[in-house]
Nanobody, 123 residues
Framework: QVQLVESGGGLVQAGGSLRLSCGAS????????MAWFRQAPGREREFVAH????????VYADSVKDRFTISRDNARNTVYLQMNSLKPEDTAIYYC????????????????WGQGTQVTVSS
């Protein structure tokens, strides 16, 4: 099992940047594919980005492609989400997720979730 804790959220003006971090407990972090999801009030949770176990491949939602970058440092048990050119539509609670099983679909099958961190983008 793995415990996940997000940090780095906050209030930023449109066009600004934030870097989210997700720290994982345990010694098996490299066995998990990781992802970021987000959920705005009154809306369904949506997929944001995925990174493979070794960080070789990444997948992004079309809404954040070319603006957000997911990365990981397995030596530090941490996954990051660099968010640039932020828009008010990016306002949401951002969740980190881990997946231990081997699956083709990058959007499904996540077993562990963090508590979330709030990102608010003002106009």
């Amino acid at each position: 099992q793995v415990q996940l804790v997000e940090s780095g959220g906050g209030l930023v003006q449109a066009g600004g940047s934030l870097r989210l971090s997700c720290g994982a407990s345990g010694r098996t972090f490299s066995n998990y594919a990781m992802a970021w999801f987000r959920q705005a009030p009154g809306r369904e949770r949506e997929f944001v980005a995925h990174i493979s176990r070794r960080g070789v491949t990444t997948v992004y939602a079309d809404s954040v492609k070319d603006r957000f970058t997911i990365s990981r440092d397995n030596a530090r048990n941490t996954v990051y989400l660099q968010m640039n050119s932020l828009k008010p539509e990016d306002t949401a609670i951002y969740y980190c997720a881990a997946r231990g099983s081997n699956r083709f679909d990058p959007m499904t099958g996540y077993d562990y979730w963090g508590q979330g961190t709030q990102v608010t983008v003002s106009s």
